[in-house]
């Protein structure tokens, strides 16, 4: 199987879990508002400080153990794994909602945790990244877990950093959702990896 044909068989396989992910967080997201939405902002910020580690985490996990399962050495493992996650796990987590959020009119703040709080970012990248080159085989758990932790990821630094009525907005988030977590995280989980890997 070429390498493009098994690219695009991943992304059409792993779209249901994406659409998934995303409507549960549409759903999250209108049942936190109902409440208070300060209360909502504060859950909300506390919530992404937990989420986008975790998803930097599972992401270097996959990527470095997809790497390694399609022929790569542990060594340059750890380094797809870790360069693999930090730029797209932060396009999905923060730009991409950051950019959507602006698109439909609310006022959102530019929050960078690598810049802000490095800690949180280098170790869970680190982490992920050497338990994915040792595990080798331990993708598809992980990535189902990847898919779900990004969409919250996503989900709360939309809530955290825009202030706005989000119930009329639903239907925009599933949409805004999807997008930031099927393709950064498959590009990040699959593209990235195999295209270095050696065999199919």
Do not use: N
Request: hydrophobic share 55%; charged share 10%; aromatic share 10%.
């Amino acid at each position: 199987m070429g390498r493009l044909r098994h690219i695009a068989i991943e992304l059409r396989d792993h779209a249901p879990f994406t659409a998934f992910g995303a409507s549960s967080g549409a759903a999250i997201a209108g049942a936190m508002y109902l409440p208070r939405a300060e209360t909502m902002i504060d859950l909300s910020w506390k919530a992404f400080h937990i989420f986008h580690p975790l998803h930097l985490l599972l992401s270097a996990i996959v990527t470095a153990a997809m790497f390694r399962r399609h022929g790569g050495g542990i060594l340059s493992a750890v380094s797809i794994g870790a360069a693999g996650s930090v730029g797209i796990c932060m396009m999905s987590d923060v730009v991409i909602p950051y950019l959507g959020g602006s698109l439909l009119g609310v006022e959102m703040t530019l929050h960078i945790d690598l810049l802000e709080h490095p800690q949180f970012v280098v170790v869970p990248i680190l982490a992920g990244a050497a338990i994915g080159a040792a595990t080798r085989l331990w993708t598809r758990c992980p990535h189902a877990a990847h898919v779900m932790i990004s969409t919250l990821a996503s989900l709360f630094y939309l809530t955290a950093f825009g202030v706005a009525d989000w119930i009329p907005k639903l239907p925009f988030v599933f949409v805004l959702l999807f997008v930031a977590v099927w393709l950064p995280c498959c590009t990040s989980d699959i593209v990235f990896p195999l295209s270095f890997a050696k065999r199919f």
